[in-house]
Structures are given as structure tokens and as C-alpha cells.
């Protein structure tokens, strides 16, 4: 198995995308550490399925948005796997709403959510990778992040500042064999863009020329492979999985 040995970390996989690449890095072979911050039955239903396949899996609470949570998730997972080679932060939020009407307290809690538990996990995830010379890591930011999006400014700049944190990090990592990535996905169906309307989903359909949404798989594919052997000269790099929708 590709993964076989390694030990990954995946934030918010207890639904949706992060659930998606959870159990495809142990289907290839991977222990894994599956975050989640409020939903504890749905991150124990991930890690039964995780064990079943013969992998040790753990399921840890951590709000990633506050620093001394994300510092405990890293060294939680460390010692609970046993190491940490593979990164996935994936964990995210949305609230939208057009500029004139964002709260103050809609883009704080985006921004902490989507931007800053990146700076606070990769830190410290960096840190025992440095020491151990190797290291995957998968930022999931977002096509609306390089694109814009009307109502959601919030989002945009917490995704946009993942590329900029991604690349430079990438650059700084190179040389200890850290290599530094992002998916961009587009339309994906789960939980969270269950909550858009129907108009809605459908004006975004109009623009993705492959005419279908995404699958949280399509997703974990790409992830899988920028964690594996296979992708050995592919660092600071945006992905889009978007059926088109950014060219
Ligand atoms: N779906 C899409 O179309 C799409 C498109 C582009 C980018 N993305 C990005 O992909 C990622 C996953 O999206 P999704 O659609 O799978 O979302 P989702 O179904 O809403 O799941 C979000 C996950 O994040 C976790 N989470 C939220 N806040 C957290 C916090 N403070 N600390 C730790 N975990 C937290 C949730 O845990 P709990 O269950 O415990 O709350 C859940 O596991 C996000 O970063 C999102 O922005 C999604």
C-alpha cells in the first residue's frame, strides 16, 4: 500500500471532504488522527470504519481556531499514532453574507477558523517535520479564493490567505523535504453547501463546464496522491478540483 507506515492527521474530518480523505489515506494504508470540534458520534463512526481496515485511528476534539487547541491536536496525535508524516488542513466554516451586512463577529470567526488554524497547525506540525526531514502537507482552500465571491468576503480572504500562507511556507519547508500544497475545490457536495439554496446551486452549475457538482472523492483523490511517493516534485502548487469552473 502507498501509505503503508505513515501517520496522517486530517482537521474537521468528521463529515464531508475531511471524512473523504481520512478514510482514503487508510484505505492506502495510513494510521490517522480524525479532528472534529462539536461532532463526536460522526468522528467515532470515522475512526470504526478507519480500524475495520486494520489502521489505528483516533478521534480528537480540538477547536483549531484557538491556538492552544491546535498546538494539543498536533501533539495529541504524535503521541497517540505514534508520528505525524501527512497534514490535511481541511476543516473550514462559511458565513455569508453580502459586505455591507457582515458582522464583525462573521469574519473574526471565518478568518480564526479557515486562516489562523492553518498558521497554528502547521506551525507546530512543522516543527516535528523539520526534525524527521520529511513532510506532506495539504491545505484545502477553496475556488473562491482565487476568484472572489459576491456574499461570501469573508470566506474568499480566508481561502485567499491559505495560497499566500501555502506558497510561502512551501518555499521555506523545500529544503527539509516539506512539501507545502493546495486544493482549490470547487462546488462539492456536503454538508455545508447543502445550506445554499436552490437558485443558488444552480447559477453555480451553469458555470462548471463538466455540468455536475463534485464529490467529496474527488477531493480525497487529489489529496491521497500529493501525500504519496508518487508526488515527490510537486510543492507550492493551487489545484483546482472544480469540474472546470477555474481555468
Ligand atoms: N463543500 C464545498 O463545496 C467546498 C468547496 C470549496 C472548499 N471547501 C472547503 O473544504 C473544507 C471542508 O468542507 P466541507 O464541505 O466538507 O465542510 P463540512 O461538511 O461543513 O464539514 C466541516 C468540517 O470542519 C469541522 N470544523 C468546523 N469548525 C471547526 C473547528 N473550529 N475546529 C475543528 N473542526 C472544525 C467540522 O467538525 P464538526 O463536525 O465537529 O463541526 C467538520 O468536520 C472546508 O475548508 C471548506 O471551506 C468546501
Known amino acids: 500500500m502507498k501509505l503503508a507506515g505513515k501517520f496522517a492527521l486530517v482537521t474537521g ?7 473523504a480523505c ?7 494504508g495510513a494510521d490517522v488522527a480524525v479532528n472534529y470540534s462539536s461532532s463526536k458520534v460522526k468522528a467515532e463512526e470515522v475512526v470504526s470504519l478507519i480500524r475495520e481496515m486494520g489502521r489505528q485511528a483516533v478521534a480528537i476534539k480540538a477547536d483549531i481556531s484557538k491556538q492552544e487547541e491546535a498546538e494539543a491536536l498536533i501533539e ?4 497517540s499514532l505514534g508520528g505525524l ?3 490535511v488542513n481541511n476543516a473550514g466554516v462559511a458565513r455569508d ?6 458582522k ?20 507546530s506540525a512543522s516543527k516535528y517535520m523539520m526534525k524527521k526531514r520529511r513532510g506532506r502537507i495539504i491545505n484545502i482552500s477553496s475556488v473562491v479564493g482565487v476568484s ?5 468576503a469573508n470566506y474568499a480572504a480566508s481561502k485567499a490567505g491559505i495560497i499566500g500562507f501555502s506558497k510561502s ?28 439554496t436552490e437558485q443558488q446551486k444552480e447559477g453555480i452549475l451553469s458555470v462548471v463546464p463538466l455540468k455536475k457538482y463534485g464529490k467529496p472523492d474527488d477531493v480525497a483523490n487529489l489529496a491521497v496522491f500529493l501525500a504519496s511517493e508518487e508526488s515527490k516534485y510537486l510543492t507550492g502548487q493551487v489545484i483546482n478540483v472544480d469540474g472546470g469552473m477555474n481555468m
Not at 22 to 28: C, R
Open 97 to 102: 453574507s453580502l459586505l455591507i451586512r457582515m
Open 104 to 123: 464583525e463577529e462573521d469574519w473574526t470567526k471565518v478568518l480564526d477558523t479557515n486562516l489562523s488554524s492553518v498558521f497554528f497547525t502547521t506551525k
Open 76 to 79: 495529541e496525535t504524535i503521541k
Open 13 to 19: 474530518a468528521s463529515r464531508g471532504i475531511g471524512k
Open 169 to 196: 511556507v512551501a518555499k521555506e519547508l523545500a529544503p527539509r523535504n516539506i512539501l507545502v500544497n493546495v486544493i482549490a475545490p470547487g462546488f462539492i457536495e456536503t454538508d455545508m453547501t447543502d445550506a445554499l
Open 22 to 28: 481520512a478514510l482514503k489515506l487508510a484505505e492506502l
Open 148 to 152: 472572489g465571491n459576491a456574499g461570501q
Open 85 to 87: 508524516d501527512i497534514l
